[in-house]
């Protein structure tokens, strides 16, 4: 029987992507695990893996098409022995989706009218009744980005529906852990039939503020020719909508430190220049020495390594912390895991290799989403001082600035040294104002005298 390829999920966050290249034609054979596509998400390319086997019996989108929802058809697969189809011969599985998305969208009073002649009294309409139709299930609908997903090939997902198997309930043993036939029939043999679990929406995840009024359109306030037009891409587009959710719906608030990094800066040129040539060289920076200090404090005061939940507060056993990298085409945080058990030149190489490969485009989405705290360090620039928009699920991120001379004040005289100024953003449904300052002292005891780091 003909079954339907959908556009992936391949990060929990993923709404639409780009299908940038086939790797199979029609008629081709493949098997579990063969590649079929290359995927373009809004920050990395990743190979997209089949995970049942048959013949490629029709590409439905082509290569090079953007904006392809997740779990909208992209391709039919055939089961041994049947034949491909061509433009005008599209499996009857495929159509029979067509025609049930068709129907869904005629109004609901239509298609309730002739049962109102029979009943007593009308009954309010619900989702239920057009499942009662013996037409196929239309295709699932890309669920919303805080919408719980599962990962389950289609033949997986109609057995379990047919079995009455609550999918979610199912471990799978697929790639990635994605649930596949096998682990299905191991369900119907064990006896899984937990009921549907309610949807329930995450926090921060809703597409308007009640009481804000949208912005006008900046085309309305210029005349066509003063200006170029240069569309989003994809990740515009996602850093715009993930960081907009973030300033509404995350109660932010700042703290600001001033740290003397005279120390740092004398142990960071002992240790460069007593770095090894050829293989084993490496160079710190001032930013290494930074995410050891965070990864440190954040070990000191736990209360801020945590993520908020509408129901509890996820407390995070290792410092997991995002590296912000400024690419050309706009911003990536990839992440640092367990850096409170690496030493400098460890974490050095790591943030070097995760920025070559995220400019390349080559990271992979658990390389970059997830973690639990987070770094923006625009030292480099020249900045003094700014403030950073917390990257849910984080509950906090440290801006950091340009290390500098100042003037300051010593026992009674004025002297100069490196000052380098920080500030925490913090999410205050987590994070209070004196669990933020304990932070910030602890981080500053770090960064001021890096030996404390080995204690």
């Not at 240790?271 to 090894?276: D, E, K, S, V």
């Not at 990257?391 to 100069?416: F, S």
């Amino acid at each position: 029987m003909a079954t339907q390829i959908l556009m992936p999920a391949l990060s929990p966050t993923m709404e639409e992507g780009k299908l940038a290249k086939w790797l199979v034609k029609e008629g081709d054979e493949v098997h579990s695990g063969d590649i079929l596509a290359e995927i373009e998400t809004d920050k990395a390319t990743m190979e997209f893996e089949a995970v049942d086997e048959g013949k490629i019996g029709k590409i439905l989108v082509p290569e090079g098409t953007e904006g392809v929802k997740v779990n909208q058809p992209i391709a039919v697969l055939l089961a041994d022995g049947e034949k491909p189809g061509n433009g005008h011969d599209i499996p009857a599985a495929m159509q029979s989706i067509k025609d049930a998305v068709k129907a869904e969208a005629k109004p609901a009073a239509k298609a309730e009218a002739p049962a109102k002649k029979d009943a007593p009294a009308p009954e309010p309409v619900e989702a239920k009744s057009a499942t009662k139709t013996e037409a196929p299930k239309p295709a699932p609908q890309p669920r919303s980005a805080g919408e719980h997903r599962v990962f389950a090939s289609p033949l997986a997902k109609r057995l379990a529906a047919q079995a009455g198997i609550d999918i979610a309930a199912i471990q799978g043993s697929g790639p990635r852990g994605r649930i596949v036939k096998a682990d299905v029939e191991e369900a119907k043999k064990s006896g899984v039939k937990a009921a549907p679990k309610p949807a329930v929406q995450a926090p921060g995840r809703t597409e308007t503020v009640t009481g804000i009024a949208p912005l006008p359109d900046a085309r309305l306030f210029y005349k066509p020719d003063d200006y170029t037009e240069i569309p989003h891409d994809s990740m515009r587009k996602s850093i715009a909508k993930r960081l907009t959710t973030s300033k509404a719906l995350i109660p932010h608030f700042y703290l600001t430190i001033d740290c003397n990094i005279d120390q740092l800066l004398e142990a960071r040129a002992r240790l460069n220049a007593a770095a090894p040539k050829g293989e084993g060289a490496y160079k710190l920076s001032v930013n290494d020495f930074v995410v050891k200090a965070c990864a440190a404090a954040l070990m000191r005061v736990p209360e801020v390594n945590a993520s908020w939940t509408d129901t509890s507060m996820l407390r995070h056993k290792h410092a997991d912390i995002g590296v912000a990298v400024a690419l050309d085409f706009g911003l990536i945080t990839p992440i640092v895991f367990a850096a409170e058990t690496k030493g400098l030149v460890t974490i050095s190489n790591e943030v070097k290799s995760l920025a070559e490969r995220a400019r390349a485009k080559k990271l992979k989405p658990q390389e970059y989403e997830g973690g639990g705290f987070a770094i923006s360090n625009l030292g480099m620039f020249g900045i003094k001082e700014f403030t950073a928009v917390i990257n849910p699920p984080h509950a906090a991120i440290l801006a950091v600035g340009a290390g500098e001379e100042r003037a300051v004040v010593r026992g009674g005289k004025i002297e100069t040294a490196n000052i380098m100024s920080v500030t925490l953003s913090c999410d205050h449904r987590v994070i209070d104002g004196a669990t933020g300052a304990r932070f910030l002292q602890a981080f500053k005891l770090f960064i001021e005298d890096p030996a404390a780091m080995l204690l």
